[in-house]
C-alpha cells in the first residue's frame, strides 16, 4: 500500500466511524431493548467485537444482549479456544440463543427492540437470520466487502477500510472517550490481531497501529 493509498484509507476511515458514531448514540438512544448478533460460526473478531459493544450499550444504560445459536458442543471439539472465549465471555455478557430471544419478545413490545449485526453484512450469515424481519430497527457494523444478499438494514456501516470489527468499534470507544478496561482492550486487540493474521494482513494501516497501541496502553497483550 502506498502513502497515498494509506492516507486516502485512513481518511475514509475517519469519516465513516465519526458518522457511525453519531448514528450509533441516535440508535441506541432510541432502543428499549438491543439485540447484538454476531455471524455464525463465530470467530474471535465477531465475538470480540460484539461483546466490546455490549459494553458501549451498557454505557449508555441500554438492555442489551448478545444472541448466538451456534452449536456450543461442535464448537467445544472443533475449535476449543473459541469454545474457552465464548464461555469466559459468559461471565461479563448476557448471551441468549434465538429461541430465548423470541420467547423474550414474544411477551412483550417489540417497536423499539434494536438489532445490531457485527462482522457480517450478509443476512445469510446473521445468527438470527430468520427472526430479521421481526425487527424494526437494525445497524449493521462491518469490515467485509459488500454482500449480493446484504442485511436490510436502517443503517449500513460496512467500512472496508478498517481491519476488523473489532478495529471500528475500538475506535467508537475512543470517539466516545469510554474507558477501555484491560478486558476489553484485550478482547479487541485479539480481534484485530487475529483478523489481520498478526497486522500481517493488506488492510493495516497507520490508523490500526495508533488503535493497537492505545489498546496496549490499556492493559492489552498479545501473548
Not at 493509498?5 to 441516535?26: A, G, P, Q, S
Not at 498478526?198 to 489498546?215: D, M, P, Q
Request: with cysteine.
Amino acid at each position: 500500500m502506498s502513502t497515498k493509498e494509506m492516507l486516502e484509507r485512513v481518511t475514509r476511515f475517519n469519516e465513516l466511524t465519526e458518522k457511525l458514531n453519531d448514528d450509533l448514540i441516535e440508535f441506541l438512544n432510541t432502543a428499549s431493548t438491543v439485540f447484538i448478533s454476531p455471524h455464525i460460526n463465530i470467530d474471535f473478531d465477531a465475538l470480540s467485537s460484539a461483546t466490546s459493544l455490549y459494553e458501549i450499550c451498557k454505557t449508555l444504560e441500554k438492555t442489551v444482549y448478545i444472541v448466538i445459536d451456534d452449536d456450543e458442543d461442535e464448537m467445544r471439539i472443533n475449535d476449543p479456544k473459541m469454545y474457552m472465549m465464548l464461555q469466559a465471555a459468559k461471565n461479563y455478557c448476557n448471551f441468549i440463543n434465538v429461541e430465548e430471544m423470541n420467547n423474550m419478545r414474544s411477551n412483550e413490545t417489540t417497536d423499539n427492540d434494536h438489532l445490531i449485526v457485527v462482522d457480517t453484512n450478509n443476512v445469510n450469515r446473521v445468527q438470527v437470520k430468520d427472526a430479521i424481519s421481526t425487527f424494526k430497527h437494525i445497524m449493521v457494523i462491518d469490515h467485509h466487502s459488500i454482500s449480493t444478499t446484504p442485511v436490510p438494514a436502517e443503517y449500513n456501516y460496512v467500512i472496508p477500510e478498517a481491519t476488523s470489527a473489532s478495529e471500528i468499534i475500538a475506535e467508537l470507544f475512543i470517539l466516545n472517550g469510554i474507558d477501555l478496561s484491560e478486558r476489553v482492550s484485550n478482547d479487541l486487540l485479539t480481534g484485530i490481531w487475529l483478523d489481520t493474521s498478526r497486522l500481517t494482513g493488506s488492510t493495516v494501516s497507520s490508523k490500526t497501529a495508533s488503535i493497537f497501541s492505545i489498546l496496549l496502553e490499556n492493559g492489552a497483550n498479545v501473548a
